[in-house]
């Protein structure tokens, strides 16, 4: 079965503090993995993706599949990232691929 | 650009009454969209996938009499829950692949919030 696992529903840091998001998930094949992010009272909306391997906003995902992990992290925490964060995961295919979410963990930057 | 709309934003209905939601992408063909329903404080739950031209694909536990989609065109895919009652009532999200370019990104509408009385 798929399954996305975010054991915190709730995260709070200081700015400038290092973050970490916690996400592990089982799949019975080879998954494409992604983190969400939704702002206050916006959209959701994609952060990255770990196919492409790229920093956005100073986040980095590395996809860890011996612990079947994809945790996020970010070394210095901002006020601005505060929001509500989704992993998610889809099989790999041709075309548009179904996503199955976690729960979420709602981060909160404390000044 | 990949901007996906949804009309209505926000609808209040009396129980027994069908209520239809549209899912427009604005910039983009999308030959899949995908509806999602996300209860308080819940994370989003996958009902269906309406593929332009085809009957949708509904997931287990989710009645598709219940929850009609039409997917008519490359833009434009709409939910339309039939004879709503109060547990229906709900945030109802969906989002589009593009046609062209990455078609596993999926982009998201900005939700519809269903009450039913």
Redesign the interface.
Known sequence: AQRVTQPEKLLSVFKGAPVELKCNYSYSGSPELFWYVQYSRQRLQLLLRHISRESIKGFTADLNKGETSFHLKKPFAQEEDSAMYYCALSGRGQGAQKLVFGQGTRLTINP | GAV?SQHPSRVICKSGTSVKIECRSLDFQA??M?WYRQFPK?????MA?SNEGSKATYEQGVEKDKFLINHASLTLSTLTVTSAHPEDSSFY?C?A?PLAGV????Y????TRLLVL
Do not use: K
Not at chain 2, 103 to 106: A, L
Not at chain 2, 108 to 111: D, L, S, V
């Open positions: 996906v030959t899949t995908f819940q994370s989003l739950m996958l996938t999200i989002s692949s078609r596993e990104t999926q998201f509408g900005p939700g």
